[in-house]
């Protein structure tokens, strides 16, 4: 199991579903969101993720059709999202994460996207777009 929270602790939530993949993304709505280069983000089933305390401290915000942005509304901490297109899956920040994963990043998605003045300087594998099908296993 692993746990995390926002900034200011209002919110909290347990993964006991499998850890799908974690990923870097660079699409512009990340990129944005984070006011960062790109998102860390932990995939995980979302019959396993469960908000433990702090529901009624959640803001949801729609960033674009079908796609649900989770956050503090005391903090603004970002904590996870959910997709329509991606049903059963959790995307969580993983800087809210206050236990390990015990897994590394595997790859860099949206990087046709990615900031102009960041260079990726690592050996993952790279996609042009985003997650599909075939990368989650």
């Not at 401290?57 to 942005?69: A, T, V």
């Not at 994963?101 to 260079?119: C, D, G, R």
Request: hydrophobic letters at 30%; charged letters at 25%.
């Amino acid at each position: 199991m692993l746990r995390g929270s926002c900034h200011c602790g209002a919110v909290k939530y347990e993964i006991k579903g499998k850890l799908l993949m974690f990923a870097c993304c660079h699409c512009p709505d990340c990129r944005k969101y984070t006011g960062s280069a790109f998102s860390s983000v932990l995939v995980t089933e979302s019959d396993g993720f469960e908000v433990t305390s702090g529901k009624d401290d959640l803001i949801i915000y729609q960033s674009s059709p079908g796609k649900y942005r989770h956050f503090c509304k005391t903090c603004g901490c970002r904590i996870y999202l959910k997709a329509d297109h991606r049903p059963g899956m959790i995307f969580v920040r993983a800087g809210s994460l206050d236990d390990d994963p015990q897994i590394k990043p595997q790859a860099h998605f949206w990087v046709s996207k990615k900031a102009p003045w960041y260079e990726i300087c690592d050996s993952m594998t790279q996609y042009p777009e985003g997650l599909t099908n075939n990368t989650i296993k």
